[in-house]
């Protein structure tokens, strides 16, 4: 897609690299949230929407990008609370951003946006994704997860060589993914683990020398990744463990095969599951 638009082609989403904090006995100040790189005008425009709404909300004077530094001003007290309000702040824009770049992106591409919440069309991937859900402990397994690799989100996916559709999801950064939707299959990593069949990993996009000029990193707004396959009895691929994270996060080959039995246990117990009907 050489015929981008050059917003189209603007770099990974901007992570937060530190704070500067104001005062602790200061009546009122600034804090800064230092930012990786600085963002882009289509980041800027799409905190623009959010940041006064912010602000009220918080009690704050006012929130505003200069440069690669979002600096906030108001009471001390509140300062100091917000860090991960703020981090969350700069995640929701960053998913409004990758939201906007996916339509840009099919649009150029000639294809159709999909429908957030579209019901499987075929009754088999449907009947597998009920067997899915009902699987014992899943949620506690999700969050198993989570806790073991330091990412926020986690997630079991049906992939197919057609689709990719969420089984089910821990979500802890308001990706805002729901059991049953798609994403574009093209789109995912994991698509490529369906046609390879091996674990994909890395702590952060931006430095990885394989995935820096990926586009699915920058087009979800992740840093840190981790997607291992899920296979049935006979062997056949099912689809994808994964978990993700918009800052980095380092894994040890330990978490690694903590998650590689995980996958495995999915596998055996959507079997039983279906064998159930």
């Known amino acids: 897609m050489n015929n981008l638009p050059p917003d189209s082609r603007d770099p990974l989403h901007p992570l937060i690299v530190g704070f500067e904090m104001p005062p602790a006995d200061a009546g009122s100040g600034l804090m800064s949230a230092l930012f990786d790189i600085a963002p882009s005008r289509v980041w800027s425009t799409a905190l623009a929407a959010l940041r006064r709404d912010f602000a009220q909300l918080h009690g704050l004077d006012d929130v505003r990008l200069v440069g690669d530094h979002l600096v906030l001003s108001g009471p001390v007290a509140t300062l100091r609370a917000l860090p991960s309000y703020v981090r969350a702040l700069v995640h929701r824009v960053s998913r409004r951003c990758m939201d906007e770049r996916v339509t840009r992106l099919l649009s150029l591409d000639g294809q159709a946006a999909p429908v957030a919440g579209a019901a499987p069309e075929d009754a088999g991937v449907a009947r597998e994704i009920e067997a899915v859900g009902r ?46 939707q798609d994403l574009v299959l093209e789109t995912t990593i994991c698509n490529e683990i369906r046609q390879h069949g091996h674990l994909v990993q890395f702590d952060d996009a931006r430095t990885d020398a394989c995935f820096a000029t990926h586009r699915t ?61």
């Open 217 to 277: 990193p920058a087009m979800y707004g992740f840093a840190s990744y981790i997607s291992l396959p899920i296979l049935r009895d006979d062997g056949s691929f099912f689809g994808t463990l994964c978990a993700l994270d918009p800052e980095p996060s380092r894994l040890d080959e330990a978490t690694m095969r903590t998650l590689e039995m995980f996958a495995r246990a999915i596998g055996r117990e959507l079997e039983a599951e279906l064998a159930r009907g």
């Open 135 to 180: 699987i014992a402990g899943l949620a506690t397994l999700l969050e198993a997860v989570t806790r073991a690799t330091g990412m926020r989100f986690a997630a079991i996916a049906r992939v197919t060589d057609t689709r990719w559709t969420a089984c089910a999801v821990y979500d802890l950064v308001d990706f805002g993914l729901q059991p049953g």
